[in-house]
């Protein structure tokens, strides 16, 4: 896929974004969130970004759909009925709660009943960890990845992120699929016609494949693999239990399937680390760096690339956004009511 | 290392342990503990059993240990000084402080300064389980493990334990290092001369090794390699990060080593699940049952096999132990004051 790119200024990419989400129906501060975390993962190059938008029917509010609600709170917990709101949306609220709530000590946040994917976790990662917090946060979806060769898929790619503030740098974010291969990865080898990685799928007869259209995700047979042999299915099942059996969504077992059902579930953990410890950046970084400066020729870590290319592309003001998007978002534009 | 194996009876196994470690200067409370904890293991066929106590005077009292104190405390958190005591001591404290704490919501507990390694997580997580609570522990420890081959050694095994109750039978426990191998595995292919799994080591050179010759823990070269790649090494920085940076651990960069600064470093997080769901156990149930099920013949999980061998020793009532170490006990026993 030889996509035509166009450098789009941040500010402009930004603007058209919420301008084109307010065109299929949202208010202007939902989409201004939205935008935000798209906009953001395009300028770090991550694959969920603006992409996102190719369709701008699917991003629109879903019928009967309304703002999150908070259904349970205790001191140090809440959880959020996601109401069929975008994912972007729901977890947005419940980091925001998470980060109040933690303060001075430590917060849980449960999110269910949303109607699509977060997006990259690191996103909202980087948002708790800039309030000052340590955070974990989970994510689960439907059945994509199988535990087993042969077996039914039960996981989705469950992604796990840890972020946390570093002393004199952009906070640590470590954002990982328990699956071998993400979800959006496999869609861009569909998109392009390359095979997926090795010993990342299986097929309906639950042998190693790495052609995509032995998978079809959501029914049919074929499934992501888990990362990471038994220690990626027991990650996966982890995140599975939090976000799905503590959080309140759909439960395996207790649905037809987490597809049908509708209910992404996601998961929040928030500590604020002046509770525990003094100086917790500056120990952060003393860590980050002397492991990174463990090799002759450095190790690089979680984030790293990500930072870079964000770096880039904030210096040149700019990012690169596949011209058949752009012209999807500014004709979405022009058709506003 | 054809080990000639006794039958012990299990409360034999306790109330030998426990005098052996009262023989060797512990009170009878801090014994019992420990004593507990290492009849655990052995009787689900955990590597970190009644071994621990072939050297006996290396399980004494640490020279100007005490008890650990809680040095810092708000409503939601703690942080206890093990004041030098075994990690197996002070990892109990904070475990059940973290499920007192937690009732209701959430609490997450720090623990620094111990002296030793608490042996397997899966025990504490365990307690947390069947006190009700959904329990994520982490625990890091000196240099063994290094981010990349030739890279200088950062981390410890860093193990990440996550345990809930779960409807109709024992908890479920996951407990992973974030290490290619245990270091409880590399001491076991040292004393049974057998070579180290394929890709879970490095020479002094950087290269693979699988033999244990080649590691050297705690300097002179070689190390253990992290499990899983990227994912691996984010996983066991962020335990890292956890268990050191925000728990008061020694800090890499900050302290010669991790060795010489003597403090091993654990962080808990404790939920009350019936703070955010209605039913949690039988949810996990759901998940796990229908997870363990998706493939004709049956998928294992995390804990299963522990679950399994457990089994049989309770039934049967007596646990295998080398000759050689019960051998130890019994003498140990004997010399008491």
Chains 1, 2 share one sequence.
Request: net charge negative.
């Amino acid at each position: 896929m030889a996509d035509e790119i166009v450098e789009v200024a941040l500010g402009e990419a930004f603007e058209t974004t919420k301008k084109a989400l307010m065109a299929v129906g949202w208010g202007e501060p939902e989409a201004a969130i939205q935008a935000e975390v798209m906009v953001a993962a395009e300028t770090c190059g991550n694959n969920q970004g603006l992409v996102k938008m190719y369709q701008p029917q699917l991003m629109a509010p879903a019928p009967g759909s309304a703002a999150p609600v908070v259904e349970r709170v205790t001191d140090t917990s809440s959880v959020l009925n996601g109401m069929q709101s975008p994912g972007m949306l729901a977890l947005k609220a419940a980091v925001d709660i998470a980060i109040t709530k933690s303060k001075g000590g430590v917060a849980t946040v449960g999110v269910y009943n949303t109607s699509t994917s977060s997006g990259q976790l690191a996103w909202y990662g980087a948002q708790a960890a800039k309030a000052g917090r340590v955070v974990i946060i989970t994510a689960n979806s439907p059945e994509f990845v199988a535990a087993k060769p042969g077996a039914k898929a039960s996981f989705g790619t469950n992604p796990l992120c840890f972020a946390c503030p570093v002393e004199g740098r952009e906070p640590f974010v470590f954002d990982m699929s328990t699956a071998a291969v993400a979800l959006f990865g496999v869609l861009k080898c569909k998109a392009t016609g390359t095979p997926l990685p090795e010993q990342s799928a299986y097929n309906a007869a639950g042998e190693w494949t790495t052609d995509v259209s032995d998978i079809h995700i959501g029914g049919g047979g074929g499934a992501i693999a888990n990362f990471g042999g038994h220690k990626g299915v027991g990650l996966a099942l982890m995140v599975e239990l939090l976000c799905a059996a503590l959080s309140g969504g759909a439960v395996l077992g207790q649905v037809e399937s987490k597809k049908t059902a509708k209910s992404w579930g996601h998961h929040v953990i928030a500590i604020d680390p002046d509770a525990m410890v003094d100086g917790f950046a500056a120990r952060a970084a003393s860590i980050i760096q002397t492991v990174a400066a463990s090799h002759p020729e450095g190790v690089r870590l979680p984030g790293d690339s990500s930072m870079a290319i964000a770096k880039i592309n904030i210096e040149k003001g700019t990012i690169p956004v596949p011209k058949k998007v752009w012209d999807v978002l500014i004709e979405t534009c022009a058709k506003a009511p």
